[in-house]
């Protein structure tokens, strides 16, 4: 073999070498945890199941990161390995999101339900303790400020049948949780009103 002909042999060998060492990004890898992420937000995960959710995706922002990260390496410095567990941390659990939304839905949903319920006894309790309620300057003014807020929640409360039959359960329910807060919050206040009163 002539001297050409074993420079040419070795120069094709270090660049199979060169490519083989090359590391290439895992974008299967990353287009599988993109499109899982996507199906588990299609079904309400990121609502329902907010935690999981965010770890997934906390997972692929940590992958991107990492990619970003070896990208800007020598190409023969490249390891996608850290990146393709983050990938596959973020699929698991993107999976793991959008299975677990369903049966999270009719919790929230049966939620939903009985705060309506539970809401309606506390405006009933709050509108008794209303009539009860010191007539002073001051207090007139407290008590019209009190009942604006429970027309408030009670408009709320008819409101949710409807985001319920609609299948916004997280939105029913995140409305009664704070009108219920809130009617217990002017409940306490009442009370307080009214034990002073009775105090005097």
Do not use: W
């Not at 207090?139 to 400020?145: H, K, M, Q, T, V």
């Amino acid at each position: 073999m002539s001297v050409k002909s074993l420079l040419s042999l070795v120069a094709v060998i270090l660049v199979m070498a060169f490519m083989a060492g090359c590391a290439k990004p895992p974008q299967a890898d990353l287009d599988a945890a993109k499109a899982a992420l996507e199906a588990a937000k299609a079904v309400g995960a990121d609502r329902y199941v907010a935690d999981v959710f965010n770890a997934a995706q906390d997972s692929l922002n940590a992958a991107n990161t990492e990619i970003e990260a070896q990208n800007s390496k020598f190409a023969l410095g490249r390891n996608y390995k850290k990146a393709q567990a983050l990938l596959a941390a973020a699929t698991r659990l993107a999976n793991e999101a959008k299975d677990k939304t369903a049966a999270r839905k009719e919790e929230v949903k049966a939620e939903a339900l009985k705060l309506i319920e539970d809401v309606k006894v506390a405006l009933k309790d709050a509108g008794k303790l209303i009539k009860r309620a010191p007539r002073g300057k001051e207090g007139r003014a407290a008590i019209d400020a009190m009942q604006a807020e429970l027309k408030a929640v009670e408009t709320s409360v008819a409101e949710a049948p409807a985001l319920i039959e609609s299948g916004d359960y997280i939105t029913a329910h995140d409305r009664l949780q704070a009108g219920l807060a809130k009617v217990n919050s002017i409940i306490d206040e009442l009370k307080q009103a009214i034990a002073k009163k009775a105090g005097r």
